[in-house]
């Protein structure tokens, strides 16, 4: 090659600049800790940094495959004002991976923000598929898998929990809530004054030692039968209307 060419000129820029990293959004076990892929395991092993819901409870899978890596604070309270500073480290070249404290990101945690942001400055990201609570507690319940609506985390004033349940009372699928062990009681009385006795399962601690599913009915005190324990957040699922309509007109042949 000629010294001086413009082909030169053009291979020159290239490795001048600095790619653009990617972000990895790294889903991880609900509870066991085997229950993590290869490929997540090797996106966290190799990229820059990780961004964390809760520092101290992703060191425990970390730590658990030997993961050293610089661990950044990421919530649901400092994501707007994370995302400029994660931007900069994107395009410095920087890969970096986005975890939560359990199961997939983004879904009722942090991210949504970030993403927006990632999309409109043109920053490449990818899903590492893995556990989700929802998911899995919607396998576990034996309810229809058809259809579902997921509607995540309630209002915490129990006037806006039941407008949301008001709208939904006639909805045909199985429908998919999460809550707080501090609300879980509360969640389920007001729920039965707008869905009545319908078929409800309750799903804990999944894939930990202590896993309780319990497939009952909505009752004025809450449930029949009663869990365990009170503790843990919880995975609601509260049977559609279809399932309910299909029951009913079985037990009057």
């Known amino acids: 090659m000629v010294e001086g060419s413009p082909f030169q000129v053009i291979i020159m820029s290239i490795f001048d600049s600095h790619p653009t990293g990617k972000l ?4 991880t076990p ?3 800790l085997k229950d993590i892929s290869h490929r997540a395991l090797e ?3 190799q990229v820059d940094a990780i961004l964390c819901e809760d520092t101290r409870q992703s060191l425990k899978l970390l730590n658990h495959y030997q993961i050293k890596k610089t661990l950044l604070s990421f919530h649901d309270h400092n994501e707007a004002k994370m995302c400029s500073a994660i931007l900069d480290r994107l395009q410095q070249g920087q890969n970096l991976a986005l975890i939560s404290d359990a199961g997939t990101p983004l879904i009722s945690d942090p991210g949504y923000t970030l993403i927006q942001v990632l999309i409109q400055e043109g920053i490449n990201f990818e899903a590492i598929p893995g556990p989700c609570a929802l998911v899995n507690a919607l396998v576990l319940s034996g309810f ?3 259809q579902f609506l997921f509607r995540g985390f309630l209002p915490p004033k129990s006037a806006a929990r039941c407008r949301v ?3 939904r009372v ?3 699928m199985t429908l998919i809530f999460y809550e707080s062990t501090h609300r879980i009681e509360k969640f389920l009385k007001e729920a039965y004054q707008i869905f009545g006795e319908r078929r409800v399962a309750l799903v804990r601690e999944m894939t930990k030692k202590f896993e309780e ?4 009915k909505l009752i004025p005190q809450g ?3 009663l869990p365990r324990s009170w503790k843990g957040e919880f995975v609601v699922l509260i049977e559609g209307r279809n399932a309910l309509e299909k029951r009913e007109l079985k037990n009057k042949r």
């Open 24 to 27: 990895y959004i790294v889903a």
């Open 170 to 172: 006639d909805y045909p």
């Open 165 to 167: 349940f008001s709208e």
């Open 223 to 225: 449930i029949v039968p």
């Open 43 to 45: 996106v966290l092993s």
């Open 144 to 146: 229809s898998t058809d």
């Open 213 to 216: 599913i319990i497939r009952g």
């Open 30 to 32: 609900l509870g066991n």
